[in-house]
T-cell receptor, first 111, second 115 residues
Framework: TQLLEQSPQFLSIQEGENLTVYCNSS?????LQWYRQEPGEGPVLLVT?????EVKKLKRLTFQFGDARKDSSLHITAAQPGDTGLYLC???????????FGKGTSLLVTP | GAGVSQSPRYKVAKRGQDVALRCDPI?????LFWYQQALGQGPEFLTY????????KSGLPSDRFFAERPEGSVSTLKIQRTQQEDSAVYLC?????????????FGPGTRLTVL
């Protein structure tokens, strides 16, 4: 059972479009992380958010942590083919250490 | 290399066979995690080591799964009498220190297929 629900599950867009991926839960997390995973590789950390309402920007990627620390979003501006991959959100519950992952959003950006 | 390495990268086993999956964490990393990633799913936590101590094994699916890290570095995940439902990618991750906000560095995984 996965605590985090991600949507959409699949997304196919053209280069230059914007997109948002959502990560929702009924549980409160002390921190939430976003990972990107490519086929045959392990997940690679993109960002960690720890404060409710926090917004972090990483070039064309904007990450937001909900005020109640139950949800998060990832927004990509002007997507590029190199953004193609599986985007995973993962939360750490209070006093925990193990990552609780969502099922992921598979993104395909075509030229 | 400086990253987490896992071997073998691919393993095909006949149902009932025992398998052993190896993880070499980043040198000096205290924490080591094992995750199971089924096809089309996100990784699910299996077990956690801090140095050689296995502090949490609550995610291990059954008593056929066993993990060890005897010297606090390399870890082995062993699956006895493999079943078809054990087919998945097994990911290992390490972290430089315990704590809530520590970054976990993942290896490439071992893809296990049980026939």
């Amino acid at each position: 059972t996965q605590l985090l629900e991600q949507s959409p599950q699949f997304l196919s867009i053209q280069e230059g479009e914007n997109l948002t991926v959502y990560c929702n839960s009924s549980s409160v997390f002390s921190s939430l992380q976003w990972y990107r995973q490519e086929p045959g590789e392990g997940p690679v950390l993109l960002v960690t958010v720890v404060t409710g309402g926090e917004v972090k920007k990483l070039k064309r990627l904007t990450f937001q942590f909900g005020d109640a620390r139950k949800d998060s979003s990832l927004h990509i501006t002007a997507a590029q083919p190199g953004d193609t991959g599986l985007y995973l959100c993962a939360g750490v519950k209070n006093s925990g250490y193990a990552l609780n992952f969502g099922k992921g959003t598979s993104l395909l950006v075509t030229p | 290399g400086a990253g987490v390495s896992q071997s073998p990268r691919y393993k095909v086993a006949k149902r009932g066979q025992d398998v052993a999956l190896r993880c070499d964490p980043i040198s000096g990393h205290v924490s080591l995690f094992w995750y199971q990633q089924a096809l089309g799913q996100g990784p699910e936590f299996l077990t956690y080591f801090q140095n050689e101590a296995q502090l949490d094994k609550s995610g291990l699916p059954s008593d056929r799964f066993f993990a060890e890290r005897p010297e606090g570095s390399v870890s082995t995940l062993k699956i006895q009498r493999t079943q078809q439902e054990d087919s998945a990618v097994y990911l290992c991750a390490s972290s430089s220190r315990p704590g809530l906000y520590n970054e976990q560095f993942f290896g490439p995984g071992t893809r296990l297929t049980v026939l």
